[in-house]
DNA sequence: CAAGGAATTGACCAACCGGTCAGTCAGTGG
DNA sequence: CCACTGACTGACCGGTTGGTCAATTCCTTG
């Protein structure tokens, strides 16, 4: 028998990241205005005035918590191994273990597309060069490298493969919960089946091949 | 000389048009928690306590608004011609159309996109029975039709083809203030040629073909 | 014209918001 | 032992929120 807590944040983290761990999982699930400091500071099992004390305002804290959630996912998808395999092989892999971690880490994920949506085209700026920048032109320095070693067509435009491949997991991801419900669906519940199908049809294209479909 | 409205919804028609409109505009805009009923009110250019006497409360205000934007996407996606043309002309039109229609519609489409982010599993047999089932159900069934004409590989599942198509779409509307600045990017700001190219990947696919590109 | 329901309003409310503040407390260096 | 400091707190602030209500105006119908 011990305190109860309907939901916490770990006890023996610091208040700062206690606070940070708190806010980013209400901000997360509810949005900026939907979350109050005291539900932050309930969450953390701290008081409110100790989140003034380490965070001069809510939009600070709000700005940490995306900072934050951009360090990670930025790590995350650092690695991206090269040159040992053949570029289809390389952008399975890609779109596999991105979309994992993007499910893996949903809060988060969940968390930047939220604030993708939000205002205008200056606030685009930051989260371009911040959280996708690098990994988004190393997926295409990766498929400009395969076209040259003709893995690919030569009429193709590499940033459109990249964009194309990331948005089928962005896709996914928001919307696996509408996906479910249609009966034509299969693959709602499965990641690893959904990139199997799409990848398919992103390196074979839809039409039937001329000769055999096979390379 | 007259009135003088910084933004207004026009004044001819009835208040729960205006207050309609002027809610949608918000919500779209800023999301459910950032607008107060006062604002609308403001907008609107009636009383707060008017909105109270046409809507039973803010939540229900909003619900119509969603309602009504999801039936206004819904009649703009109703016409898909069939049979006059190949397959890969229908997909490319539909692509292009629900694209355009999209950007035309901004934003009705952002509410319904954040709407979309917001809470779990329940909330998205809704959507997917009153906003988007009809038409993916029938975008479904254009592409098995035109694969019973062998216009498409016999292996390829309908479904998994329908998701990536609107992927593609969403992901632009979504992403496009950040791919803008992606030196690599030079469709951003061209939704025509980003639909060709996007297209021509999904038909073709990405991998040289075994012996002439095309069919 | 009178009657009555719908539309509309300003005044008002309790609850809650982000944020402040004075002050307690544990630790620490001299 | 004392002075100082940073972490932390409960009480509190002005302002705003969603929502109510009695009163008034408008419009229709008899």
Do not use: W
């Not at 305002?57 to 090269?82: I, P």
């Amino acid at each position: 028998m011990q305190a109860i807590k309907v939901q916490a944040e770990p006890a023996d983290a610091s208040s700062t990241e206690r606070i940070l761990a708190a806010a980013e999982a209400l901000f997360s699930e509810q949005g900026f205005d939907a979350v109050s400091m005291n539900a932050i500071a309930a969450r953390a099992g701290v008081s409110k005035a100790n989140i003034f004390h380490h965070f001069s305002n809510k939009n600070a804290l709000y700005l940490a918590v995306v900072k934050d959630a951009c360090k990670e996912s930025q790590v995350r998808l650092q690695h991206m191994e090269s040159s040992t395999s053949s570029l289809a092989e390389r952008l399975t892999h890609f779109a596999r273990s991105q979309l994992q971690s993007m499910l893996d880490h949903g809060q988060t994920t969940r968390l930047i597309l939220r604030e993708l949506l939000q205002n205008g085209p200056e606030h685009g700026r930051e989260l371009a060069e911040q959280v996708f920048g690098q990994s988004f032109a190393r997926l295409v320095e990766m498929i400009r490298d395969g076209q040259t070693r003709s893995e690919l067509r030569r009429e193709i435009d590499p940033a459109a493969v990249a964009v194309m491949l990331i948005a089928i997991n962005v896709y996914f991801f928001e919307a696996r919960d509408v996906l479910r419900h249609y009966p034509d669906v299969d693959f709602a519940d499965d990641p690893q089946r959904y990139s199997e199908k799409l990848l398919q049809l992103m390196l074979h294209g839809i039409l039937p091949a001329p000769k055999e479909p096979q390379q």
